[in-house]
């Protein structure tokens, strides 16, 4: 019965330790990611859709000049399909089931880091996602029960994801030498590739199976990576079960004396009047509006604006977090200003379905290179606290994931179209690019 699941340890054991922790990092972010993007895409097919959205408006500065016709992209969503129960949620209700999740996710996020250095990352990023499967296999019940079930289902969803980043930043600065952080900071950007992977997934999932599949599929891959966390994964390589002699003195040798291994109470007054850390607050907030607005936006913006089904809305949603994996790799402070500028022009530049993909798709493409500025910042600035830093900047940040998707039903009440979404990609561009300023001012990497 155990046969399989003792060669499996045996061929992953014969790969370095350090190795096996960073891919796990990213599954964990990958899986993170995918249970939270979800709701995105499969709100569109448990709500009556919007029948008064399909006008084509003229951008910013110009005259509209539309006859009435329709774009010939949005006839696809004349007929309304069956894809199992809808809700009668209005465009508010959406905002709030939407913005549920980062309602949660702040509770959590700032208490995070502190407990991870008190208690080990391991548990918290295991238990969390265990309990956000269990939470999301059970989505649809939530739902035939009401619009306040389905928030509070989210609000608990929420609660588990804060636990999950400041816990790695926790492991990560306890498994990764010196010279190899950057590589270990960069598996967080499995996120962006979860909803890659996501959009694109549950779109199909919705048309062929129906929208309560795309939560029990997400469920169970959620559940078979918790388990694998737990063989794999240990809090640091001197309690990892099965690390070789060599690789634990190299890792612990290199990391020297900058992690303690006492529990250290984090410095809060010095974070408070530290100008790089409060730099780094305000970067990470404008980061993550840009970053959460299309998690929460662009989904129904490619399918009530621009007119596309739901499996080829969630793969052209999906085109500006794939370019934002690719970027992670290459830039830095720079990647919060060109996508604000992206989104400026995405105002001025008309109205061609196509075109505004590949506007968000740079966008959020440039935004990837914020991977080595905000998300290595905390463990550049305080080694020994970095799980500390980064829930608490996560804290303030997340505040946009329940602001922006309020923002967007605001200004789409009566309709959605692209006369109503320009004001929301202004207010975006400003978002990125404000903060980035103040960073490369009173942004520090000592």
């Not at 096996?20 to 009556?48: D, E, H, P, T």
């Not at 407990?115 to 309990?131: D, H, I, Q, T, Y």
């Not at 400041?166 to 010279?179: F, G, M, Q, T, V």
């Amino acid at each position: 019965m155990y046969g399989p699941l003792i060669h499996f340890i045996k061929a992953i054991d014969r790969i370095p330790t350090r190795f096996n922790v960073s891919i796990m990092l990213f599954m964990a972010c990958l899986i993170s990611y995918m249970l939270r993007v979800n709701m995105s895409v499969n709100i569109l097919a448990m709500v009556q859709p919007i029948q008064s959205n399909i006008k084509q408006s003229a951008p910013l500065g110009h005259n509209n000049i539309s006859d009435g016709t329709t774009n010939q992209t949005m006839i696809e969503n004349s007929k309304v399909p069956d894809y199992g129960p809808r809700y009668n949620w209005s465009s508010h209700d959406q905002s709030i089931i939407l913005g549920a999740y980062f309602y949660g996710y702040l509770i959590s996020s700032l208490p995070a880091g502190i407990f991870a250095e008190r208690f080990g990352g391991r548990n918290m990023v295991g238990l969390s996602l265990a309990f956000s499967a269990l939470l999301t296999a059970l989505t649809p019940l939530a739902a035939d029960n009401g619009m306040w079930a389905t928030i509070a289902n989210r609000v608990a969803l929420g609660i588990l994801g804060g636990f999950l980043y400041p816990a790695l930043h926790n492991l990560i600065s306890k498994w990764a030498p010196p010279d190899e952080k950057g590589k270990f900071v960069s598996a967080l950007m499995g996120g962006t590739f979860g909803t890659v992977i996501t959009w694109p997934l549950v779109g199909v999932l919705i048309e062929t199976l129906g929208w309560s599949f795309a939560f029990y599929i997400p469920a169970v891959i959620s559940a078979i990576v918790a388990v694998l966390w737990y063989i794999i994964v240990a809090d640091s390589p001197s309690t990892h079960p099965r690390i070789k002699a060599e690789e634990k003195d190299y890792i612990e040798k290199s990391l020297g004396d900058t992690i303690s291994k006492s529990k250290l109470l984090p410095p809060i007054a010095s974070l408070a009047t530290s100008p790089p850390f409060l730099a780094l607050l305000v970067l990470h907030f404008g980061n993550l509006w840009g970053l959460y607005f299309l998690i929460t936006a662009a989904p129904k913006f490619m399918s009530e604006v621009l007119g596309f089904k739901l499996a080829k809305a969630g793969f052209l949603a999906a085109l500006p977090y794939l370019a934002r994996s690719l970027a992670a790799f290459l830039f830095g402070t720079v990647a919060h200003i060109i996508p604000g500028l992206f989104l400026v022009g995405l105002i001025y530049i008309g109205f061609d379905p196509y075109v505004c993909v590949a506007i968000i798709t740079l966008s959020l493409g440039f935004n990837g290179a914020s991977t080595m500025t905000n998300l290595q910042n905390s463990q550049d600035l305080a080694p020994n606290f970095a799980g500390t830093l980064y829930g608490i900047i996560n804290f303030v940040g997340t505040s946009s994931g329940f602001i922006s998707p309020i923002l967007v039903a605001h200004f789409t009440v009566q309709q959605s179209t692209m006369e109503e979404w320009q004001y929301v990609f202004m207010i975006g561009a400003a978002a990125y690019i404000v903060p980035a300023l103040i960073f490369i001012v009173f942004g520090s990497g000592q």
